[in-house]
């Protein structure tokens, strides 16, 4: 049967992991009507993504969430290399990162935990997970979406929504109704994930990896001491694809001469990784974000991280179109920031899945004879580190080549995220302070000009001038130039003769006004 009750939504997210949460928190934030649906009864409890990157802290420090989840999760303050059973090379976070975010480290912090908080902070802001909740199909209808909701109850809901966002996952519903292509493919190995308790000399707050011959071992440290996320390979037996498998399954040689003593196994769960980006992000007034959108091998830690991204990409852009403070054409943009950046992650994992995992002769000579050479000559140099932290932390990320992104000024493009400076400036612990508005800004590091001052006056642009100091250089600012920011955090205009004609030609070319015009809460 259909229930003809319905209840109607700015934007309908399909799917209740990170990426939607994260899009579902935000466009709250920014004051859009959420419904939030997913298939299942509760969230996952046999989490595979730990990594928090420092990007995405940043994120979370937009909308006060970055505090508790560091407080929840381990601070992985170094990373160790191990190949044949010796310790290769160790790398130590807070100096590859200190500089260049508040977060000079990655956090460890599972999946369903982290699920778990993002569901509560949503709910304070009254809006419920409809759990069991199914999306059947929709079609587009001119200037909204009616989508067909299968309730717990088996009635089918009609709801109808100005835009839909896609973050059901790799067997996405919203994508395959779209018929949008999801080329790649699937690795050949098996990997396993357990929740262990145990001792030893890499149960040590700190995330090891183990590279063998024919083996893989990552260990991640968890909150409680003592307790430590475990991801490894599991080695075919005869070239047999091996499933439901148990801990008593993987071969222990590996936790052996990285000296795991495991004492208890809390779950234990195997899964395949594919490798594969959509064709298209985007479709009339339905949105790919997250595993529906891209699917990369779990090195690095990005795939999570990626998918909030794009989630908050997309947030600040639909509440503008939403409350008509930019033109629909400001949606555009976010198929070309994103999926630039998923082909770029899913060719750099590959390449580094392949190295690690491959049984060819080239590879394990490399893995084996190579790498522990290399490694310590790498971390040995202050350059490289950085470059180590700002790749992994995705502090790197720019979008130099949108449509959205203008200018330079000192080493800083139209597209960049905004440099981080350390406080205190002007009364603030650091710059990243004013970007907790979600809106708009200029900022501008050394002295405004009066015909600054005016314009932002004038388009009610909050302005922000921080007094010049040395290491604002050092970051790669420009003493007196004007950066036009936008509510995520990255550069929009770049300007280094701080010409106001230039931002006023920016927004009207694209019709933006702010949330503070538009008297938006915060």
């Not at 396993?192 to 890499?202: L, M, N, R, W």
């Not at 995992?357 to 290399?374: D, G, Y």
């Not at 694209?510 to 809460?521: D, G, H, L, V």
Request: with cysteine; hydrophobic share 45%.
């Amino acid at each position: 049967m259909t229930d003809s009750s319905s209840r109607n939504a700015d934007v309908l997210i399909v799917g209740a992991g990170p990426t939607g949460l994260v899009l579902a928190l935000w466009l709250t934030r920014l004051g859009a009507r959420v419904r939030i649906i997913d298939k299942t009864a509760e969230p996952g409890t046999a989490s595979r993504a730990l990594a928090v990157q420092a990007r995405t802290l940043e994120f979370y420090r937009q909308i006060g969430l970055a505090d508790a989840i560091v407080e929840r999760g381990r601070k992985a303050v170094a990373a160790n290399l191990w190949v044949a059973g010796k310790r290769a090379a160790q790398g130590f976070f807070g100096e590859m990162g200190e500089e260049i975010s508040p977060f000079p480290y990655a956090l460890v912090f599972p999946q369903d935990e982290h699920e778990r908080l993002l569901i509560s902070s949503l709910k304070r802001l009254g809006v419920e997970v409809e759990r069991r909740t199914e999306l059947m199909g929709f079609e587009e209808a001119g200037d909204y979406i009616l989508a067909n909701l299968k309730k717990p109850d088996g009635m089918v809901e009609a709801c109808r929504t100005t835009w839909l966002a896609g973050c059901d996952g790799a067997h996405s519903t919203v994508r395959e109704t779209l018929k949008i292509g999801f080329p790649g493919g699937e690795y050949d190995h098996l990997f396993y994930v357990a929740d262990v308790k145990g001792s030893g000399e890499v149960m040590n707050n700190e995330v090891h990896v183990g590279l063998d011959a024919s083996e893989f071992l990552a260990v991640f440290p968890l909150k409680d001491p003592g307790h430590a996320r475990l991801v490894g390979t599991v080695r075919d037996e005869g070239g047999q694809r091996r499933e439901n498998l148990s801990w008593n399954d993987v071969s222990k040689r590996v936790l052996e001469w990285m000296d795991v003593k495991v004492e208890s196994v809390n779950w234990f769960s195997t899964y395949r990784v594919h490798h594969r980006v959509a064709d298209r992000f985007r479709k009339g007034r339905a949105f790919l974000l997250g595993d529906a959108a891209h699917i990369h091998s779990p090195v690095g830690g990005q795939g999570m991280n990626t998918g909030i991204g794009d989630a908050v990409n997309l947030a600040w852009k639909l509440a503008a179109v939403l409350q008509w403070r930019a033109h629909e054409s400001l949606l555009n943009t976010y198929e070309p920031e994103r999926i630039a950046f998923a082909r770029r992650l899913l060719a750099t994992t590959d390449r580094a899945f392949v190295g690690v995992t491959s049984s060819t002769m080239i590879a394990r000579f490399l893995r084996l004879k190579v790498v522990p050479r290399l490694m310590p000559l790498v971390f040995a140099f202050a350059a490289v580190r950085r470059l180590m932290f700002r790749t992994l932390s995705q502090t790197a990320i720019n979008y130099r080549g949108s449509s959205l992104s203008e200018g330079r000024a000192g080493a800083v493009h139209g597209g960049d995220r905004l440099p981080w400076v350390n406080g205190p400036l002007d009364g603030c612990r650091d710059n990243f302070v004013p970007l907790e508005s979600l809106d708009w800004q200029i900022h501008v590091y050394g002295s405004a000009s009066p015909e600054v001052k005016t314009i932002c006056a004038e388009r009610k642009l909050p302005l922000h001038v921080f007094p010049w100091r040395p290491d604002m250089g050092r970051a790669g600012l420009r003493q007196n130039a004007l950066y036009l920011v936008r509510p995520d955090g990255y550069v929009a205009l770049a300007n280094a003769a701080g010409n106001t004609k230039a931002v006023a030609a920016y927004l009207d070319a694209r019709t933006i006004t702010t949330r503070t015009s538009c008297a938006i809460p915060a």
